[in-house]
């Protein structure tokens, strides 16, 4: 096993067997290994220092119906919001005092005729704050939105894939979405100058040992700047419901695995780890991830952006709340990087 993980390390890439071997070892010394093995390339990249995002949850109006999420837009029982340009504004504000230095928009996915209000906020965003990075997370579009929203300011782009596997991508999706036409935005995306975040979950209903590989051989090919992954929880009102959560263990391990293929990836502990486990954060910073996502949204429509149930929001809209993290943190000999932490390969 050591031998594979340093082969990982050296060349990062495996072939599908070597990564099926390292998703299935038991032995709790391999595993150590491959876990400090990755935190010592994150420390060697970035150091000891977390960056921070802070996470604008624009909308929870959605017109997609992925089986899994709780702003599906068949869930009858979530009360539908959008904030308005001046509450964004003002989450942006807020954020910035405190030192954030990256915003990050998501949302549910909208029509086309809501792009150009999208882009007249991410302008008033640029104009504003100039040395910040705007990230987006707003599902799938044309490669004109893209164009246009990355001309309005806007400098990453976060769009989890959800998994390579066709089939699976089926289960999890409703009939009108495919595997094709993600990878297709995420090449757009890519092609039109963003730094691009893709990603799964894990755990997900019927995920499979066999997709996962793919699933990595899929990142370690398309080479994200980010990588977005978090466990599946299960969200009350939607067909997914009564299926068990990912397992934060198993996250990490990925988290591992991928910063050992990708030492320069900005990899996110995610918000699903926190839920999970009270330590899920740390675990996930102590495998290999570097970056942490703070919600900066207004606290009164947070609990109506429950992609899954008992989300964990981070209180990160106080001094309080950084103060907390900086502690979390502390207890593992970790800091926050208040720098606005780009992909290593983009000097701005
Ligand atoms: N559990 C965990 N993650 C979820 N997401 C959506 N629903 C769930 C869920 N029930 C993730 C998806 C999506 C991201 C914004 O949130 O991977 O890309």
């Known amino acids: ?31 150590e290994y491959l876990i400090s093995q990755a935190r010592e390339v994150s420390q060697r990249q970035f150091g000891r220092g977390i960056y921070l995002r802070g996470l604008i949850e624009l909308s929870n109006v959605c017109r997609n119906d992925c089986l899994y999420c709780g702003i ?3 869930n009858g029982h979530v009360p539908r919001y959008t904030l308005t340009r001046d509450q964004v504004m003002a989450c942006c504000e807020q954020g910035y005092q405190l030192g954030f230095r990256t915003f990050v928009m998501q949302g549910g996915e909208w029509g086309e005729e809501r792009s150009q209000w999208i882009a007249d906020i991410i302008s ?5 704050w100039p040395d910040c990075a705007i990230t987006l997370s707003l599902g799938e579009h044309p490669r004109e939105t893209y164009e246009l929203w990355h001309r309005a300011g806007a400098d990453r782009y976060l769009l989890r894939h959800e998994t390579h596997n066709e089939r699976l991508y089926s289960l999890l999706h409703p009939a009108s979405m495919t595997i094709v036409h993600r990878l297709q935005c995420l090449d757009w995306l ?9 990603g799964i979950m894990v755990g997900a209903p019927f995920q499979t040992l066999s997709s ?17 992954i978090g466990p599946f929880i299960p969200q009350h009102d939607t067909p997914f419901g009564r299926f068990p959560a990912g397992s934060v263990d198993m996250t990490a391990r990925l988290y591992a695995i991928l910063r050992l293929a990708l030492p320069q990836a900005l990899i996110p502990s995610t918000t699903a780890m926190a839920t999970l486990s009270p330590d899920g954060r740390l675990r996930g910073i102590l495998a290999g991830a570097n970056v942490v996502m ?53 000097t701005v």
């Open 294 to 346: 703070p919600n900066l949204s207004p606290k009164d429509s947070r609990a109506f952006y429950a992609l899954y149930d008992n989300k964990a929001a981070l209180g990160a809209e106080s001094a309080q709340g950084i103060k907390a993290l900086t502690d979390e943190l502390a207890t593992i000999g970790y800091h926050i990087d208040w720098s606005r932490g780009d992909h290593p390969s983009r």
């Open 124 to 128: 008033d965003i640029r104009q504003t």
């Open 72 to 74: 599906r837009r068949s």
């Open 212 to 228: 996962i590989v793919e699933d990595i051989q899929y990142l370690i090919s398309f080479k994200p700047h980010m990588i977005g």
């Open 1 to 31: 096993m050591k031998c594979l993980i340093d082969r990982l390390r050296q060349n990062h890439e495996l072939e599908p067997e070597g990564i099926r071997a390292l998703l299935t070892m038991r032995d709790s010394q391999d595993l």
């Open 190 to 198: 890519k092609e039109t100058g963003y730094q691009v975040g893709a």
